[in-house]
């Protein structure tokens, strides 16, 4: 069974927050895993978008009652029809959540992995608490989930 690395962070986000994500995804697909997200814009979009760009896969965890919400870039759309409840299927679905900017959608999302037990790595995100492993470039942040889920197999 292929890993699955979460991706989650704002439908809103500027350029450089965006470079980041897509560099994310990346590296995501560059390490055989899976990208999982909500499917949507803004963060979710980029991530999608590098993990496209280097031949990977993405899931997108959709909070509404059809497939066309889903950004252009998701393989494949999950349809909810749960609002913001789908947040917890986003993490749930993820071996690990790298966190990326966002906002209270992305502050939920955190919340429910600590709650779970899914490591979360963050990339200029909230800081809350020390559970939440704080990295600096996307780079670090690939990398450290990799070896995140190498050490659990």
């Known amino acids: 069974m292929k890993r699955s690395i979460g991706v989650i962070g ?7 927050i965006l470079q980041m994500a897509e560099k994310v995804g990346e590296g995501i ?10 499917g949507r814009s803004g963060v979710m979009e980029a991530a999608c978008r590098g993990a496209k ?5 993405t899931v997108g965890i959709l909070p509404g009652d059809t497939r066309d919400q889903a950004n252009r870039y998701v393989d494949i759309p999950i349809v909810t029809g749960m ?15 790298i966190a990326i900017d ?16 899914i ?7 909230w800081e809350f608490t020390d559970k ?3 990295v600096e470039t996307p780079e670090e942040a690939v990398g450290l989930a ?5 050490a659990n197999e």
């Open 10 to 16: 704002g439908s809103r986000a500027g350029g450089d």
């Open 29 to 38: 697909a560059e390490n055989g895993a899976i990208l999982v997200c909500g």
């Open 53 to 57: 760009n280097r031949g990977g896969t």
């Open 83 to 97: 609002g913001v409840g789908r947040n917890v299927i986003v993490v749930r679905s993820s071996q690990v959540a």
């Open 102 to 117: 966002g906002s209270y959608g992305t502050l939920s999302e955190i919340a429910y992995a600590l709650q779970l037990g």
């Open 119 to 125: 490591p979360v790595i963050g990339l200029r995100t």
């Open 132 to 134: 939440i492993q704080i």
């Open 146 to 150: 990799v070896s995140m889920l190498a």
